[in-house]
Nanobody
Framework: QVQLVESGGGLVQPGGSLRLSCAAS????????MGWFRQAPGKQRESVAVMANGGSTNYADSVKDRFTITRDNAKGTAYLQMNSLKPEDTAVYSC?????????????WGQGTQVTVSS
């Protein structure tokens, strides 16, 4: 089992920055990938940024060159640095981890943290 706790959301003006943190506990050494997803009101949840243990990353086109995901595998932490924020980045951001149990992937979610970009 893996538990995820996010922090760092809040209200920020357009053009501003925020840093989200995700702390995993439990069987963190089973984690293969960690990432961030978001869901805006009336929209489907979308992947924002994901990083595998080896360091490879995948970003949504809408956040490339603005957001950066980092991880500390040994500590089970993941961060999302968000710069040049836009109103359309407003959403609930959730931390995601995929672990491997007997070779089968198991997905875990945090509780989510609200990010609001508004003047």
């Amino acid at each position: 089992q893996v538990q995820l706790v996010e922090s760092g959301g809040g209200l920020v003006q357009p053009g501003g920055s925020l840093r989200l943190s995700c702390a995993a506990s439990g069987n963190i050494f089973s984690i293969a990938t960690m990432g961030w997803f978001r869901q805006a009101p009336g929209k489907q949840r979308e992947s924002v940024a994901v990083m595998a243990n080896g360091g490879s990353t995948n970003y949504a086109d809408s956040v490339k060159d603005r957001f950066t995901i980092t991880r500390d595998n040994a500590k089970g932490t993941a961060y999302l640095q968000m710069n040049s924020l836009k109103p359309e980045d407003t959403a609930v951001y959730s931390c995601n981890a995929v672990s491997l149990r007997a070779g089968a992937p198991v997905t875990y979610w945090g509780q989510g943290t609200q990010v609001t970009v508004s003047s």
